[in-house]
């Protein structure tokens, strides 16, 4: 039996939906467990390499352990997502693009931590790979989940500076994108809605959809600060633009007035929203004061 990856017939867009309807990302949850999604292999520890960059690789088990000390989430409620395959990749990565994660320099570049290029691929394969793609899984999830209980949270993901190409920015695959490319053959949605309210420019969707009339982007960014993608900023539907030093009752103001001139625009059937932390006052990335 021959794998659809591999098949020298097909034309891209019916290989594509052959990758995507034959995927195992989507699977029936049990209406016991909550639409929340989390697996404890997201969180990624590398010798304590990953200290070096100052993204936080261990929040979002925090998150859940937060949550769950607090009484707001049950521990069994939780949804455990699978991991992405490589033909599931395939679906908006090049395989050009996924070879060259299997050198350790060029995923020291994506997640900015120089010394990881020295270690051998199959510890960062596993260390650094394994969950990013594990997160992947759970934000494809996301969309069928929120389908069907209408919201639905993923707490990771969100790799927005990642496009089918090219990585960077602590983002190695490009899991909006496939989230959409999912929803678009399995959920039958046909109109899409990013809202990025990370502080940074989510330049990797912007790429991917450039051309896209079904995906409406609305993206609230510090321009003063990575990535400084211009060329990505012109498909932008609707920009942002928030400065360093922008205060809570500022950065609302400007969220409100936008969201509703979204609602004019555009007529979503599923929204997704990339929800940034790094907004808030006292991140060392993003500069804001919210």
């Given at each position: 039996m021959r794998s659809s990856s591999s098949s020298p017939t097909m034309d891209p867009q019916t290989l594509r939906t052959n990758r995507i309807l034959s995927s195992k990302l989507y699977f029936d949850i049990l209406p016991s467990k909550v639409p929340v999604i989390y697996s404890p292999e997201y969180d990624i520890t590398l010798l304590g390499m990953e200290k070096l960059h100052p993204f936080d690789s261990?929040?979002?088990?925090?998150?859940?352990?937060?949550?769950?000390?607090?009484?707001?989430?049950?521990?069994?409620?939780?949804?455990?997502?699978?991991?992405?395959?490589?033909?599931d990749l395939l679906v908006v990565h090049s395989d050009r693009y996924l070879e060259s994660l299997k050198s350790s320099p060029s995923v020291a570049m994506i997640i900015e931590v120089p010394p990881v290029a020295v270690l051998p691929n199959c510890l960062v394969q596993r260390k650094v790979l394994h969950p990013f793609r594990k997160q992947v899984g759970g934000t494809i999830l996301a969309a069928k989940l929120a389908q069907e209980r209408g919201w639905a949270i993923n707490v990771?993901?969100?790799?927005?500076?990642?496009?089918?190409?090219?990585?960077?920015?602590?983002?190695?695959?490009?899991?909006?994108?496939?989230?959409?490319?999912?929803?678009?053959?399995?959920?039958?949605?046909?109109?899409?809605?990013?809202?990025?309210?990370?502080?940074?420019?989510?330049?990797?969707?912007?790429?991917?959809?450039?051309?896209?009339?079904?995906?409406?982007?609305?993206?609230?960014?510090?321009?003063?600060?990575?990535?400084?993608?211009?060329?990505?900023?012109?498909?932008?539907?609707?920009?942002?633009?928030?400065?360093?030093?922008?205060?809570?009752?500022?950065?609302?103001?400007?969220?409100?007035?936008?969201?509703?001139?979204?609602?004019?625009?555009?007529?979503?059937?599923?929204?997704?929203?990339?929800?940034?932390?790094?907004?808030?006052?006292?991140d060392p990335l993003g500069r804001l004061k919210v």
């Open positions: 261990s929040k979002w088990g925090r998150i859940c352990q937060f949550l769950i000390m607090g009484g707001v989430l049950d521990k069994k409620s939780i949804v455990e997502p699978h991991e992405a395959s490589k033909d990771g993901g969100g790799f927005h500076h990642c496009s089918a190409e090219n990585g960077g920015g602590f983002c190695a695959y490009a899991d909006i994108s496939l989230c959409i490319q999912f929803a678009f053959v399995r959920l039958n949605v046909s109109r899409v809605m990013i809202i990025d309210l990370d502080a940074h420019q989510g330049n990797g969707h912007e790429m991917d959809f450039s051309n896209d009339r079904r995906v409406y982007i609305l993206d609230m960014f510090n321009p003063g600060i990575y990535p400084f993608d211009y060329e990505a900023r012109k498909y932008i539907d609707q920009k942002v633009e928030v400065v360093s030093g922008t205060t809570t009752n500022e950065y609302l103001k400007k969220l409100d007035e936008a969201l509703e001139v979204a609602g004019l625009n555009f007529d979503p059937e599923l929204v997704v929203y990339n929800a940034g932390t790094d907004i808030l006052d006292g």
